[in-house]
C-alpha cells in the first residue's frame, strides 16, 4: 500500500455537534474513496475520508469534499412535472406521472413493438438499480435498448476487454499501482479526474522514485507536468504512436516466448499488422520525436513490471479500441499481466459505471452473459422464471444508434435516468431533434438542460439518501449506506423502478411478479444467485462484509472469500466458447463474429492478440475548419455540473467555460488573454473566453464539456463530431475540426481620443487594448486610425489543486 498514514479530509457545515457519522463511498469519480456522511436533524452537513479504506486512507478529491451541497440545494426537485397542452412542465402527483409513463409505454410495445422503448441510465447508480434494469428491460419489457452515459465515457473499457480476453473486468488493480516499476497514463490525465490516486502515485513516487511513469496526451496537464516521460503525440495517432513502440518492442524488447506460446493466439497476424511501423514512421505520423520513442520502446521493452492506465484522451478517440486492444497486445506480449505489478488497468469514468456493465443494465447480459450465446439466455431464462423466447438476443444498440432510431420514428419512450444527455451527448443540436421526436422521461434530482425536451420528470434521490452498492475502476465492490430520507415527495431510482414494474404488472413464465424483492439488500441477494459461476462471482459478499473488509474485488465466492486482488494470475482466460463473454468482432469494422468464427481462432481459456491498424480520424482540419477540437475533464467540476456547480466553492474556481489555445496560434490570430471569441465547427459555435499558454500544442485547442446551458453558448458539444468508434460505439469527443474567430467592434479615433477615454469608454484594460490592436506602451493611437475593441472580455483564471503530495 503506497499510504504509510492517514489523512482525514474533512468538509462540514454543523451549527453544533454532528449526530451521526453512516458509512459510505464517494459518488464522483470511479477510483471509489471510502467515507462518512455527517448527518444532523436528518440532514447532511459534511463528509469525512474513511481513514481504514485503502484506496484513499482518508483521503478527499475537492469534488467529493462538496459532493454533499447538492443535497441541500434549494432547487431540488420536490414532485413529478409532467408536460401540459401548453408545452409547460406544471407539477404533478406520482400516480398522475407514473400512469402517464405506464400508458405511454403500453402503448409504445402495442405499436412499435419490444424494441421501442429504450432506458439510458447513469454510471453513478448503483449496482442493484442496474440489475433491477436489467431485469425490467430484457424480461419485462423485452427490449435490447438498454444503454448509459458510460458510453460515452468508458464503453471502450468493457469492448477492448471482452475482445483481448473474453470477458470483461479489469486485469490489473490500484494495489499494482502501488507495486510496480513502470506505470504508464495512455490519455488518462488522473490528476484533475482522480486526485486522490495520483496523490497515491505521487506519494510513492516521491519517496521511492518509482514508478517510472510514462503520460501520453497531446496536451501539457498537470498529470504530464509530473511524468518521467511526456509522449505529446499529435490528435488521433494514438494507435500510430502504439504500433511503433510495439513494432520496436518485438524487434529489440524483452518479449515472452513461453507465455505467448502458451498463453495466446493471433501473434503471427499482430506482428504481420505491425510491419513497417519503424519509429521513424511512427514519429512522423505522430509528431513524437524518433529520440523520446526510443526511449520509451527502451524502457517499456526491458521493464519487469508494467501497469498501463487508459482513459478518456483513449477512450473518445477515433481508434479507441483499437488502441486499448494494442495495449492489451503490449502487456500480452511481455508477459506482463496476471502478475504484481502489471497488468492493463482500463479505468472507468463513473463511481459504478463497471457495476452497469457487470450487471446487465447496459451491453450484455447480467453477470457477463452472452447475448449472442443461446444457452446463455436459456440459463437467464431458468434465472428468471421467463421463456427463453421472450428474451431478447444479439448485441445491444449504443446511444447514437438509438438517437438514429428516433430520428425515425422507431422509439415511443425514452426513459433517461441519471444523466444530462443534451449537455453530455455530442452535436448536441442533433441530439436535442431527435429527442423531441419521440417521448420522453427524465429522472433527476434537478431541472437540467435535458428538461427543454423531457414530457414527464421524476424527482429521484441523492447519494446519501439510498443505499447499494457500486463497483468501482478496479472490481472493488464499495458500499453506501442509506445516511437520511430523501425529502419528501423524492424517491430512489430502485423505488422508482419498482413501482414502474408493478403498474406494468410485469410477471415472469407463472404469473408471479417479475420482481419479487423490495429493498436494495433483498436485490443484492437476488443477484448473487445471479453472479455464481460467472467470471464476476459475488456470491461471497454481502453488506456487512462490504463495510468490514471497506470494500472487495470480485470474483468474491468460496475459492477467493476475501476476494481477488487482480485477474489471470493462473494465466486461463474466460475465451471458452460455451464459457466467453463475447465472441468479439472483427477488428477493423466491428461486426461481431458468428461461434463458428470465434471457435476457429482457437482461444480456449487463451488470450486474445488482434492486428491493430492505424486509421486516421474521419474529421480532419480542412482550410475552412483549420484547428483541432479536443474536449475534457476539470479538476473542479464532474460532468455536466448538475452536483458541482451547486457547490459555491466549486462553482467559485471554475464558473464558466473557456478556450485553451496555444501562443504561437494566438499570436497569429491576434487574439488576446482574456478575450471572448467565437468557435465554430461543421455542427455549431460557442463563444467563450481564450486562455493562451503552452498547455496545448499548436494546432489544437482544448474546451472543457462541463458547461452546457442552452442561453450562454458554451457547450463544447455544439461542436463535436458524432462519430463513433466501430467496436464500442463510443463518440469521437477528442479529435473535431474547428476556428476561432475575433469578436470586434471598430472604432475610429477621433482628435481628442486617448488610450485612457476609450478604455473607460469601452470598459476594457490599457494593456487588452493596447494588445489587441498590437501597439506599444508608447505608441499613439493617431487621429483617425481604425481601433479593434473586443466585444467582451472575461477574466478566466481557474486555480490550480494543490494536492497533498505537492507539500512532501
Excluded at 419485462?140 to 452515459?149: E, F, I, K, R
Excluded at 471554475?654 to 497569429?668: F, L, Q, R, S, T
Excluded at 487588452?768 to 481601433?787: E, M, Q, S, T, V
Amino acid at each position: 500500500m503506497a499510504w504509510e498514514k492517514e489523512r482525514i479530509d474533512t468538509n462540514i457545515y454543523s451549527q453544533g455537534e454532528v449526530e451521526k457519522w453512516v458509512y459510505s463511498t464517494c459518488n464522483i469519480c470511479s477510483v471509489g474513496c471510502g467515507c462518512y456522511v455527517a448527518v444532523k436533524d436528518n440532514k447532511i452537513v459534511g463528509i469525512k475520508g474513511n481513514g481504514k479504506h485503502s484506496i484513499n486512507r482518508g483521503r478527499l478529491g475537492p469534488k467529493g469534499e462538496n459532493q454533499w451541497y447538492a443535497n441541500n440545494s434549494e432547487d431540488r426537485l420536490l414532485q413529478p412535472l409532467i408536460r401540459n397542452k401548453q408545452g409547460e412542465l406544471v407539477p404533478s402527483t406520482w400516480d398522475e406521472a407514473m400512469n402517464i409513463i405506464v400508458s405511454k409505454a403500453q402503448n409504445s410495445l402495442k405499436t412499435k413493438g419490444t424494441n421501442s422503448i429504450a432506458i439510458y441510465s447513469t454510471g453513478q447508480g448503483f449496482l442493484e438499480d442496474y440489475y433491477t434494469l436489467a431485469k425490467i428491460g430484457r424480461a419485462g419489457l423485452q427490449t435490447h435498448l438498454l444503454d448509459a452515459n458510460t458510453r460515452l465515457c468508458t464503453a471502450t473499457t468493457e469492448f477492448c476487454l471482452l475482445q483481448s480476453f473474453g470477458g470483461d473486468g479489469t486485469p490489473a488493480s490500484f494495489g499494482d499501482i502501488d507495486e510496480t516499476d513502470m506505470l504508464m497514463l495512455f490519455g488518462h490525465n488522473v490528476a484533475e479526474t482522480g486526485t486522490v490516486l495520483f496523490e497515491r502515485i505521487m506519494e510513492r513516487k516521491k519517496k521511492t522514485g518509482k514508478p517510472y511513469l510514462i503520460v501520453v496526451d497531446p496536451r501539457r496537464t498537470a498529470t504530464a507536468e509530473e511524468a518521467d516521460l511526456h509522449l505529446k503525440l499529435y490528435p488521433g495517432t494514438n494507435v500510430a504512436l502504439l504500433n511503433g513502440l510495439l513494432y520496436d518492442v518485438l524487434q529489440n524488447g524483452k518479449v515472452d516466448t513461453s507465455f505467448i506460446e502458451n498463453s495466446t493466439v493471433g501473434f503471427e497476424e499482430m506482428k504481420e499488422a505491425l510491419a513497417g511501423w519503424t519509429l521513424e514512421k511512427a514519429s512522423k505520423v505522430t509528431g513524437v520525436s524518433v529520440e523520446t520513442l526510443k526511449e520509451a520502446s527502451e524502457k517499456l521493452g526491458k521493464t519487469s513490471s508494467l501497469v498501463t492506465t487508459t482513459l478518456q484522451g483513449t477512450f473518445q478517440s477515433a481508434d479507441a479500441t483499437t488502441a486499448c486492444v494494442a495495449i492489451n497486445n503490449l502487456h500480452l506480449v511481455r508477459g506482463l499481466i496476471g502478475k504484481v505489478g502489471s497488468g492493463p488497468l482500463h479505468m472507468a469514468g463513473q463511481p459504478s459505471s463497471s457495476a452497469n456493465r457487470t450487471a446487465g443494465g447496459v451491453g450484455t447480459y447480467p453477470a457477463q452473459r452472452n447475448s449472442s450465446n443461446p444457452a446463455h439466455i436459456k440459463e437467464m431464462a431458468k434465472l428468471w422464471n421467463m421463456e427463453p423466447v421472450k428474451l431478447p438476443l444479439g448485441p445491444e444498440k449504443g446511444i447514437e444508434e438509438q438517437i438514429e432510431m428516433m430520428e425515425n420514428g422507431e422509439i415511443g419512450l425514452f426513459w433517461n435516468i441519471g444523466t444530462n444527455p443534451l449537455v453530455s451527448l455530442p452535436n448536441r443540436q442533433r441530439a436535442k431533434k431527435a429527442l423531441e421526436n419521440t417521448f420522453v422521461v427524465v429522472q433527476d434530482p434537478f431541472i437540467t438542460e435535458t428538461a427543454a425536451v423531457a414530457d414527464v420528470i421524476l424527482p429521484a434521490a441523492l447519494w446519501g439518501e439510498k443505499e447499494g452498492t457500486m463497483e468501482n475502476a478496479d472490481r472493488t465492490i464499495n458500499l453506501l449506506r442509506k445516511a437520511v430520507d430523501p425529502p419528501e415527495g423524492v424517491k430512489s431510482d430502485f423505488e422508482i423502478l419498482l413501482d414502474f414494474a408493478h403498474r406494468m404488472k410485469l410477471k415472469d413464465k407463472d404469473g408471479n411478479p417479475l420482481i419479487q424483492y423490495s429493498n436494495p439488500e433483498a436485490c443484492f441477494e437476488e443477484w448473487k444467485e445471479i453472479s455464481r459461476g460467472r467470471p464476476c462471482d459475488m456470491t461471497g459478499i454481502t453488506y456487512e462484509k462490504l463495510e468490514q473488509y471497506n470494500g472487495m474485488h470480485w470474483p468474491v465466492n468460496e475459492k477467493n472469500p476475501e476476494g481477488t486482488t487482480r485477474l489471470y494470475s493462473d494465466f486461463v482466460f474466460p475465451t471458452q466458447s460455451d464459457y466467453t463473454q463475447s465472441y468479439t468482432k472483427d477488428q477493423f469494422t466491428g461486426r461481431p463474429l458468428t461461434k463458428e468464427e470465434f471457435e476457429a481462432k482457437g482461444a480456449n481459456g487463451r488470450a486474445l492478440l488482434h492486428p491493430t491498424k492505424y486509421l486516421p480520424p474521419m474529421e480532419q482540419p480542412t482550410e475552412e475548419f483549420p484547428l483541432w477540437l479536443t474536449t475534457g475533464r476539470l479538476v473542479w467540476h464532474w460532468h455536466t455540473r448538475t452536483k458541482t456547480a451547486r457547490a459555491p466553492m466549486l462553482q467559485t474556481k471554475a464558473p464558466h467555460g473557456y478556450v485553451e489555445i496555444n501562443k504561437e496560434d494566438a499570436d497569429e490570430l491576434g487574439i488576446i488573454q482574456g478575450e471572448v471569441v467565437k468557435i465554430s465547427s461543421p455542427r455549431g459555435w460557442v463563444k467563450v473566453p481564450a486562455r493562451i499558454g503552452d498547455i496545448v500544442q499548436k494546432g489544437l485547442i482544448f474546451v472543457p464539456f462541463h458547461y452546457g446551458s442552452w442561453t450562454r453558448h458554451e457547450a463544447a458539444n455544439e461542436l463535436t463530431a458524432d462519430f463513433t468508434d466501430p467496436l464500442s460505439k463510443q463518440p469521437t469527443f477528442k479529435q473535431s475540426a474547428c476556428k476561432i474567430e475575433k469578436l470586434r467592434e471598430t472604432h475610429r479615433v477621433k482628435v481628442d481620443e486617448t488610450i485612457d477615454t476609450l478604455t473607460e469608454q469601452y470598459g476594457i484594460s490599457r494593456e487588452a487594448l493596447l494588445k489587441a490592436n498590437r501597439l506599444k506602451k508608447n505608441d499613439h493611437i493617431g487621429n483617425g486610425n481604425l481601433l479593434e475593441i473586443p466585444v467582451s472580455m472575461l477574466n478566466t483564471p481557474i486555480p490550480a489543486y494543490l494536492p497533498d503530495y505537492k507539500k512532501l
